[in-house]
């Protein structure tokens, strides 16, 4: 994964060949232009010409710059109206002479007046939005579209509050995580179908409107490829690359914990993402349909120390409501 700095630079590049193919294509138009009317050729080498020597009169003879400048804008004159009307008389545009530019807005530079502009913002967010693996779901699951009527009003004894009201909560504590998460990591937690998912994608969301990087891997994903790249690869420089990733996109989203297959490794893979993340303030979000109980027997005291003591906790319950979306649609 690209950090925000090589995107931008990446960014640049693209503009850096953009303006260079719109030269070239300019080149080229004027020269199957010129080869078909050779007197436009020399109608525009007469137009520059026409600058250079009325700026060496000026030079060389300061009291008659009033009269130099008239003849000159009579001369460009006369030119521009030949060059239009010949160009007129063979159905071509004067723009064909022109350069164009893919944004008139910023002239294909990215900035209008020292702000990026609306167009280089759109090239950024769509490089953020490739490669945080999410792209398409946000469309469907993102905070305008949670729906806290699927969750139950009836309040469940053993919390002490409703399923709904539960939801509010972590809506709020999400919407409040997206917003500011350079503090707490967020830990999510509760039986499947509840909707932790679905706010995993709603923060990934939000955070990347805010040009921000993400990655959002599941956890079967996450050490599948940590376990080829230690054991099954030779290549250092891969690997390397593959951590970078890992520790250094602004939010980490691992999804499903608890549904690989746990050993050694993973829990202490998952030790050091945790810990290495926290050193840099790069908060890691996790989701597991595992309790406190079910955790601690899977990953170690060191993992879970930092789990349940470092992060703020989201506990769903209630019904499940995938069924619901299912059978309310």
Known sequence: MATRTQIYKEVLREYDALRTQKATELRE??????????????????????????????????ESREVALAELQEKQNALKTERDALMAKNCLSPSLLKLEYACEKCKDTGYVENEQCSC????????????????????????????????????????????KENAQRNLRMAMAFAEDF???????????????????????????????????LTA???????????????EEEETLDWDAELLDADLLIIDDLGTEFATMFTASELFRIINDRKLRKRPVVISTNLDYKALMDQYSD????RLIGEYTTLKFFGDDIRMKKKYAR
């Open 29 to 62: 138009r004027r020269e199957a232009i010129y080869m078909k009317l050779p007197r436009l050729e020399e109608i525009e080498r007469e137009l520059s010409l026409l600058g250079v020597s009325t700026a060496k009169l000026v030079l060389m003879q300061p």
């Open 120 to 163: 280089m913002k759109h090239k950024l967010m769509d490089r953020l939005y490739d490669q945080s693996n999410v792209r398409d779901i946000i469309k469907l699951e993102n905070f305008d579209t949670f729906d806290l009527r699927l969750f139950s009003d009836e309040v469940v004894k053993a919390e002490g509050i409703s399923p």
């Open 182 to 216: 350079t503090g707490d990591n967020l830990l999510l937690y509760g039986g499947s179908g509840r909707g932790k998912t679905f706010l995993c994608n709603c923060i990934a969301k939000d955070v990347l409107d805010r040009g921000k990087t993400v990655l959002y």
């Open 220 to 234: 079967g994903q996450l050490f599948k490829q940590l376990e080829e790249l230690r054991f099954h690869r030779d």
């Open 302 to 305: 060191r993992v879970m120390s």
